[in-house]
């Protein structure tokens, strides 16, 4: 199953209704990492094989360098940050990770 990790970009309140739905999901504050650049929470997120969730398109912008690079990640899920509620954040990941899978999300980039 799909972890889901989420940057500084992403409000708090998406993580814990992500937990609420049975979704292993994680902040870079519950892992004590705020304050890390935007690569640094990509290898943390890689380390431990999660989707990293942001609405900061830095991480666009990263994936593709890390492609390019041949850097293995897990997947990055993003938002625009005044496209989408909390809680429509919350039901388009769900889906997500109710119908893909580890190995699907792969090196591969989902906008919702």
Not at 39 to 44: A, G, I, R, V, W
Not at 63 to 73: I, L, N, Q, S, V
Not at 86 to 99: F, N, Q, T
Request: proline share 1%.
């Amino acid at each position: 199953m799909i972890k889901v990790y989420t940057n500084e970009s992403v409000n708090v309140a998406i993580t814990e209704g992500l937990k609420r739905r049975g979704i292993e999901a994680w902040s870079a504050r519950d892992a004590g990492n705020l304050g890390m650049t935007d690569e640094e929470q990509l290898k943390y997120a890689s380390k431990i094989r999660a989707v990293v969730f942001t609405r900061d398109d830095d991480f666009l912008m990263l994936a593709d360098k890390w492609t390019k690079e041949k850097k293995e990640y897990y997947g990055i899920i993003y938002a625009h940050p005044q496209k989408l509620s909390i809680g429509e954040c919350i039901r388009r990941i769900k889906l997500l990770v109710d119908l893909l899978s580890v190995e699907d999300m792969k090196n591969h980039i989902e906008f919702l």
